[in-house]
């Protein structure tokens, strides 16, 4: 069941952002977004009167602030990312996810909503939940093992995920959460079938499948607004798949 929700969103303008931005918007949600710049959305979003735009950096807001904005939201989404730069890659803030939804969630706790906020973070097939044992050859353990210290932004992501899990926990009254984790991304311009599962069902290292950002936009935005998926997924990390990759052979 759907009700019209409010919604803060935080990556807004980034490559999947503005794909959720356009999916709650276009389902009639009310939304709070988070930019840097308010030209890096497009003219016919920022337009929308049901969008409700803060112009600031996440990181250089203070603690106050964070609560305000969270304030009477049911849900927060968070695409939030590293650039594919060397700065985005290995520059300041390491933990820009990590802390975003800490600093998020604690802001939720210091004024606990009458019911619970949706938190779904965008996470990613190389982070394994550690709450179900999955399966990961030896060869996949070693790749990831020097993602985690070559690259920051994996570590980040492994973070963020694994603050939801021990830190929020499945019992928290403020806040529930899923951790949407697709695989590799593309980009579509149309929206397909996509499939959802509890965990990978091939390697994200040696053997990855595609997902369309506009389909995890779609997914993520149906959490936030879909009080049965919701139900089905909250407290998880969800792995998404377009369908019509897996109908197609290996090589």
Same mark, same amino acid.
């Given at each position: ?9 935080? *990556?807004?303008? /980034? ?18 977004? +988070? ?11 920022? =337009? ?18 964070? $609560?305000? #904005? ?10 939030? /990312? ?8 290995? *520059?300041? &803030? ?20 009458? $019911? &619970? +906020? ?7 097939? *190389? ?24 690259? &920051? &932004? ?6 963020? $995920? ?21 695989? *590799? ?9 996509? =499939?959802?599962?509890?965990?990978? +069902? ?14 995890? $936009? #779609? ?6 607004? =879909?009080? =049965? ?5 909250? /407290?998880?990390?969800?792995? +998404? ?11």
């Amino acid at each position: 069941m759907k009700k019209i929700k409010t919604i803060l969103v935080v *990556g807004a303008s /980034g490559a999947t952002g503005r794909l959720v931005l356009k999916q709650l918007l276009g389902s009639g949600q009310n939304v709070k977004a +988070i930019v840097r710049r308010l030209t890096s959305l497009p003219e016919p979003l920022r =337009d929308d009167p049901r969008l409700s735009l803060i112009q600031a950096s996440l990181s250089e807001l203070s603690d106050s602030e964070i $609560a305000t #904005h969270v304030d009477g939201c049911d849900g927060v989404i968070s695409c939030l /990312g590293h650039n594919l730069t060397f700065k985005g890659l290995f *520059g300041h &803030p390491r933990r820009l996810v990590t802390d975003a939804t800490r600093r998020l969630c604690e802001a939720t706790q210091a004024s606990p909503p009458e $019911a &619970p +906020i949706r938190f779904v973070l965008m996470n990613t097939t *190389g982070n394994s939940n550690r709450d179900l044992n999955e399966p990961i050859s030896f060869a996949q353990k070693c790749v990831i093992g020097l993602l985690r210290l070559l690259l &920051p &932004p994996h570590a980040d992501n492994e973070e963020a $995920a694994d603050y939801l899990r021990t830190k929020i926990g499945q019992k928290d009254p403020a806040i529930e959460w899923v951790a949407v984790r697709p695989d *590799g991304l593309v980009d579509d311009e149309s929206l397909t079938d996509y =499939d959802l599962y509890a965990s990978p +069902i091939r390697s994200a290292i040696f053997d990855a499948g595609k997902t369309s950002r506009i389909n995890v $936009a #779609h997914f993520m935005s149906e959490l936030s607004t =879909d009080d =049965d998926l919701w139900l089905k997924w909250k /407290g998880q990390m969800p792995v +998404i798949y377009n369908q019509i990759q897996l109908s197609e052979p290996k090589s």
